[in-house]
């Protein structure tokens, strides 16, 4: 008891949400920067083991995720079901993990920033298209499990 070794930990994933914020790896941190982030800002952090002393190896940074859009278009996507605590039409929550195409944006979504959160879809977030390819190029994408939306009237 009392000196007992743990196995070092599994590598942390490039992107994950520890305790309900966006934590990413250095390497993602480095492509978000070339991008129109607007106010989201991401700030350095150590991560430690469950033990609270001992570091994780590795930089990451948390991602304070701070634009939003009104782009989400529940009357043209699948895969999200209303929040019963919100005023009819307000609040909608994804239903499971979705495919390609489940969720249909309006224009709002191809001006400002490259990434965002929407005012209407909690908990997704949104990549323009040049960030997720950028991402998908550097091998991040699948790791992501990014989804494509479409975009009424494109």
């Known amino acids: 008891m009392g000196g007992e070794v743990l196995p070092e930990p599994k590598k942390v994933p490039d992107v994950f949400s520890p305790a309900g914020y966006w934590a990413v790896s ?24 469950h033990d609270g002393k001992t570091p994780i190896a590795g930089r990451h940074e948390f991602l304070n995720l701070c634009e939003k859009k009104a782009a989400f278009e529940p009357s043209l996507s699948a895969k999200f079901s209303e ?4 005023p009819p039409g307000t609040s909608f929550g994804l239903f499971g993990y979705g495919k390609d195409y489940d ?19 909690n908990r997704a977030v949104f990549l323009s298209n040049r960030l997720a390819k950028a991402l998908d190029d550097a091998g991040f994408a699948k790791k992501m499990r990014l989804l494509k939306c479409h975009v009424a009237d494109a």
């Open 103 to 121: 969720l249909t944006l309006n224009k709002t979504a191809l001006v400002g920033p490259d990434l965002w959160l929407d005012t209407k879809l």
């Open 83 to 86: 929040s019963e605590y919100a």
């Open 26 to 49: 250095k390497e993602v941190a480095d492509i978000l920067r070339e991008f129109d982030l607007g106010q989201t800002k991401l700030y350095p952090v150590e991560l430690f083991r």
